[in-house]
């Protein structure tokens, strides 16, 4: 098991600006995931933090307006740049602790709303 | 394409059992994961079937059957604290997991 703490739980931001969320894992992890989730709706994953290199984005997501940081294994960043109000929305950081059939863990989220 | 399908929403009363059905389609497969997650928290870890069959945990257990692409959790003994949604997600070939929409599920006294 692990315990992710993820901060900060909610925000509102004015559009234009950044926020950067944290996320700490208290356990050895392997992998670490970002995702972002609409109210009633799936989990979308945003990118895969890798440890001291560029994050792996998935479609429709860049690193110019979400940059990740993985600075070592238990320490991610996800920053949401210059916000739109369609930024609004939960984002969650997941991690995996052992082989690629281990479930995730989620942090407990960071709901965030543009004005 | 790949894709999970589960019933939006769900509506069972206290005491009660209750199937939750997902049909999947996935590039290759290596295991369905199921996740509770109540309203405004995290989703967290239910189950993992890779291997046909049934597994019990508990008040949940969980079934598989590859040939169908088809997967249910199921509930007994409802409590109102169940009342949650419910994930389902495949995993890939490429260990890339697929993700439904969930299902809300309603308790009823």
């Known amino acids: 098991s692990a315990v992710i703490s993820q901060k900060p739980s909610r925000d509102i931001c004015q559009r234009g600006t950044s926020l950067t969320i944290q996320c700490q894992v208290d356990?050895?992890?392997?992998?670490m995931f970002w995702y972002r989730q609409q109210p009633g709706q799936s989990l979308t994953l945003i990118a895969t933090?890798?440890?001291?290199?560029?994050?792996?984005?998935e479609s429709g997501f860049v690193i110019d307006k979400f940059p990740i940081s993985r600075p070592n294994l238990t320490f991610s960043t996800l920053t949401v740049s210059n916000m739109s109000p369609e930024d609004s929305s939960i984002y969650l950081c997941?991690?995996?602790?052992?082989?690629?059939?281990?479930?995730?863990?989620f942090g407990n989220g960071t709901r965030l709303t543009v004005t | 394409g790949q894709n999970i399908d589960q019933p939006t929403e769900m509506t069972a009363t206290e005491g009660a059992i209750v199937q939750i059905n997902c049909t999947y389609q996935t590039s290759g497969f290596n295991g369905l994961f199921w996740y509770q997650q109540h309203a405004g928290e995290a989703p967290t870890f239910l189950s993992y079937n890779v291997l046909d069959g049934l597994e019990e945990k508990g008040r949940f257990s969980s079934f598989l059957s590859r040939s169908k692409g088809y997967s249910y959790l199921l509930l007994k003994e409802l409590q109102m604290k169940d009342s949650a949604s419910y994930l389902c997600?495949?995993?890939?070939?490429?260990?890339?997991?697929?993700w439904g929409a969930g299902t809300k599920l309603i308790i009823k006294p």
């Open positions: 997941s991690a995996q602790l052992g082989t690629e059939e281990s479930p995730l863990h």
């Open positions: 356990s050895q992890v392997t992998m």
């Open positions: 933090a890798n440890q001291g290199s560029e994050a792996t984005y």
């Open positions: 997600a495949g995993l890939d070939s490429n260990y890339q997991l697929i």
